[in-house]
């Protein structure tokens, strides 16, 4: 059986609350527990890559021996820092009246005492019912729902620049009612990791934008549907997290250089969404004519694929999609995702065109309702994603995969590589006590229980948020960078 892993902290100090902080050390303490567990088949929340030889599996998740971090800036490492991990912005860029620049909220709440309403609640019993059309109604009602609650005090900032709106902690545009009190940002999202003097794939200094998935190519008939993959430009988007969110936040990342992503567990009535940007413009994609367009500090045009370095611009983007995630329960997999997609027929009914897609509370293709009477999900096999997303994956697969230290690519890619890859199908897309034959890979038992997450032997959950994992690798990242600045100093 599994113990609990070992952990190694920064520069053996530990931390004052009994709980040991992660550090590089835990990949190699995650080696030593995969190769001292002689491992069976799938146990509790913990998974071993089904498919795959043990032997396969050690050679992965071997790590080069971590050296002490000795002279390491401070004020570099800390997550409470401005040059840290409250960096909001690694653009050397001041704002202007027209383009302010972008200000990271990060006074998390210290107390799960919250001061702002709760979210609608998603009616998960006719959710899951046998009545689709009772479903698909409570679906496309709480997806209204969400949009009046996201968009209180966000999307009327002011009316007159759209690039002074979704602001927090700027006392020039952000009204002092709900939005302060109810929104944060991720820290460690300004960071491109080691190549520090440009800010690569790093939020944006206007937007606080953070690159994504290349757009690839779609059609007008196929809209929103992807087609190819050949690259038409750059999606650039920012998340938000309500205040549920903020406190798991803040207590993952504390002031101070150590992290503490086992805390990483949301509490129930946690919201998260994401308005997502794109550079492709309508005359490649007249399906995206009249959406709303921002400006933002990105290297959109020709920047497809690995050019993230490419010198940023004041770039047009366009308001494509936006994802919401709720945590409606107390149990590890209680999450529900939402889309909603630029509509340009829909302007009228929805603000600027987003007409809710769908949402989906589960792996399996029967866990995903698609509301709109014009789009289907752009997911695998028909789950729910949105235009901007990889079609091979989902929401909900490619969120439980949120896990510290992230698994690698080789062992547990976000998506299939082909039709027969049925380690990532199994595991992304079917897991949940699945008969055999039905879902070869995990074996005759099914390999993961109903309700828990594929995470690896030896690694913490991080309760579905792919920012946590980002941002703990940038930090990680920022740590190897202030290490070779050290080095070179001397
Ligand atoms: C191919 C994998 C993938 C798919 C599919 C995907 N996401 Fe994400 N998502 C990510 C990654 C990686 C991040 C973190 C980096 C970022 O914000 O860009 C993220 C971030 C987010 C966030 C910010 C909160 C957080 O910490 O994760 C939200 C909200 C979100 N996604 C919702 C959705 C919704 C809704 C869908 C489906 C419509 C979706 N995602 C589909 C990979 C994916």
């Not at 020709?302 to 490419?310: E, L, P, R």
Request: with cysteine; charged share 20%; hydrophobic share 40%.
């Amino acid at each position: 059986m599994l113990s609990s892993p070992v952990f190694r902290p920064l520069s053996g100090k530990k931390a004052g609350n009994g709980l040991v902080p992660f550090a590089r050390g835990s990949v190699v303490a995650l080696a030593l527990v995969v190769l001292a567990s002689a491992v069976t088949a799938c146990k509790d929340r913990n998974y071993n890559a089904p498919g795959l030889s043990e032997s396969t599996q050690r050679s992965t998740v071997l790590a080069p021996a971590p050296t002490p971090l000795a002279t390491v800036a401070p004020e570099s490492v800390d997550n409470r820092s401005a040059k840290g991990g409250l960096l909001a912005s690694a653009d050397e860029f001041n704002g202007t009246p027209e383009h302010p620049r972008f200000q990271l909220k990060s006074d998390y709440p210290l107390k799960p005492d919250f001061l702002t309403s709760s979210p609608p609640e998603p009616n998960m019993v006719v959710l899951r019912g046998a009545d689709a059309l009772a479903a698909k109604r409570a679906s496309q009602e709480w997806l209204e729902a969400m949009q009046s609650y996201i968009y209180e005090d966000m999307n009327s900032q002011d009316t007159s620049n759209a690039n002074a709106n979704f602001r927090l902690a700027d006392t020039a545009h952000e009204p002092a009612s709900v939005s302060s009190k109810r929104w944060y940002h991720m820290p460690w999202l300004h960071t491109p990791g080691a190549l520090a003097a440009k800010p690569g794939r790093g939020r944006d200094g206007i937007w606080g934008l953070t690159r994504e998935l290349d757009m690839l190519t779609t059609s007008e008939a196929n809209w929103p549907l992807i087609t190819s993959s050949a690259c038409m430009g750059t999606n650039w988007g920012i998340g938000f997290f309500n205040e549920p969110g903020g406190y798991a936040i803040g207590q993952v990342f504390p002031k101070g250089d150590l992290t503490f992503p086992e805390k990483g567990v949301f509490p129930k009535g946690t919201v998260s969404f994401k308005i997502l940007f794109t550079s492709v413009t309508p005359s490649a994609l007249p399906a995206l004519e009249g959406a709303w367009t921002i400006e933002a500090l990105v290297n959109g045009k020709g920047a497809c694929g690995k050019a993230s370095n490419s010198a940023r611009e004041i770039t047009p983007l366009r308001h494509i999609q936006m994802d919401v995630m709720m945590k409606w329960g107390d149990g590890p997999s209680d999450w529900i995702f939402g889309n909603y997609v630029f509509n340009k027929a829909r302007k009228g009914d929805y603000w600027q065109g987003m007409e809710p897609l769908g949402v989906q509370f589960g792996v399996k293709q029967e866990q995903t309702i698609v509301t709109s009477p014009t789009f289907s999900a752009n997911g695998f096999r028909g789950r729910l994603n949105g235009p901007a997303d990889n079609p091979k994956a989902s929401c909900f697969s490619c969120h439980a995969r949120a896990q510290w230290p992230e698994p690698s690519f080789a062992l547990l890619p976000f998506a299939p590589r082909n039709d027969a890859d049925t380690v990532n199908i199994c595991v992304l897309h079917e897991w949940g006590g699945e008969g055999p034959g039905k879902c070869r890979a995990c074996g005759a038992s099914g390999c993961l229980a109903e309700g828990k997450e594929p995470v690896f032997l030896g690694a913490v959950s991080l309760d579905y948020s792919l920012q946590f994992g980002l941002a703990l690798r940038n930090r990680e990242n920022a740590f190897s960078l202030a290490k070779a600045l050290a080095g070179k100093a001397n």
